[in-house]
């Protein structure tokens, strides 16, 4: 993080575990409309995504055998049953909505991180805990906002490339600070200064706050990732991870089907107990393939997008509900109370319905 200079805190009271200073309320990073408004945004996104993908506004689903189960159980319901007409009106009106808040979000994420480390002096450990926990809904917001515009993003490559130099920003700055969250006494330092424990941090990564690190870092790995390679379509990796491995099972069971044949035609005993064999290899290679073809299925679907977007954001509003609870008896002010910067980042959700309004008569 780099030294802080003149304003380097005093780390004395937390070095010596004596640390009980209240820190103040900042209502600007964890003020409950700011809250609030982050929440309902990714909330929105997530509905509009889903909805938009299971009503067949917008097609996700492809050939995958899990999703046109899905898709086809919907369609079963004859007020949601998609027909062309009503997915011609309203695909470039999701497509536009849902554009407008993932370019939102992913600046809101960026210049909440920037300000975050920028403050790393003074922020202390709670608010910047915050900073990461209100970066993983923007963050969540973005990815799944790329579901629905992986079309289209696709269709126009340079509107793609600029979008996903910022998904890598965002990602980085959000990757550095779940490591800066692993030390050992993160969890039990809300009140000190976070460039405290950002010092002490080489050789001091263990414990609750290591597991909730590993876990976070393992998800935006997986989350980014797929996402990116949504966008690319690298056909590569499914020959290497899908086609390739199938394929060679498949060629490993012939030959064992072969040489099981080959050796039936005996009627020796070593013959009978070497065809008993061979036939269990050969089940035990197509229950691996099945298997293995089963689970690339599932986790290739949109259904398990949709599931792990959902499972994000419950995580999400888990981690910043609990973290703000707990804070509350060491601070000095309310962060829960309206004012003007709290009803300021609310009412800026009308945005939403205006942008939403201005496309649909746009389109009528």
């Known amino acids: 993080m780099g030294t802080c200079g003149d304003a380097n805190p005093n780390c004395t009271l937390w070095l010596l575990d004596i640390d009980y200073t209240r820190y103040h309320a900042d209502p600007d990073i964890a003020g409950i409309g700011v809250i609030m408004a982050f929440i ?128 890598l920003l965002i990602f980085v700055m959000l990757m550095v600070a779940y490591v800066l969250e692993g030390h050992t006494k993160w969890f039990k330092s809300w009140n000190s200064y976070a460039q405290c424990l950002f010092d002490d941090l080489i050789g001091n990564i263990g414990g609750e706050p290591s597991r909730y690190m590993t876990a976070n870092l393992v998800l935006l790995l997986y989350g980014y990732s797929t996402s990116i390679y949504r966008l690319y379509g690298f056909e590569m990796l499914d020959t290497l991870l899908l086609d390739k491995p199938l394929k060679k099972m498949e060629s490993i069971q012939a030959a064992i089907e072969n040489w099981r044949r080959a050796l039936a035609v005996g009627g020796d005993f070593k013959s009978f107990i070497a065809v008993l064999n061979l036939t269990a290899s050969g089940a035990i ?48 002010g309310d962060e829960n109370e309206w004012g003007f910067g709290q009803v300021v980042p609310v009412l800026l959700l009308s945005s939403i319905l205006l942008t939403f309004t201005d496309l649909y008569t746009g389109m009528a």
């Open 40 to 167: 309902a945004t990714s909330f929105v996104t997530i509905a509009i995504t889903h909805s938009s993908l299971l009503l067949g506004i917008i097609r996700g689903y492809e050939d995958n055998a899990i999703d046109v189960w899905i898709f086809s159980q919907v369609q079963k319901v004859r007020l949601l049953r998609a027909n062309a007409e009503r997915t011609k009106f309203w695909q470039p009106v999701v497509e536009q909505l849902v554009l407008t808040l993932s370019d939102q979000q992913l600046i809101v994420g960026i210049a909440i991180l920037v300000a975050g480390f920028v403050k790393h002096c003074s922020i202390s450990v709670y608010h910047f805990t915050i900073v990461s926990d209100l970066a993983w809904f923007s963050s969540n917001t973005h990815m799944t906002s790329l579901i629905v515009l992986q079309v289209y993003l696709t269709e126009r490559p340079s509107l793609r490339d600029w979008r996903v130099g910022f998904m």
């Open 285 to 332: 290679i197509l229950c691996v393939r099945k298997f293995y073809s089963a689970i690339a299925t599932f986790l290739g679907s949109l259904t398990f997008t949709l599931v792990f977007d959902v499972a994000w954001f419950a995580f999400g509003v888990y981690g910043i509900v609990s973290d703000r609870a707990i804070s509350r008896s060491d601070m000095d």
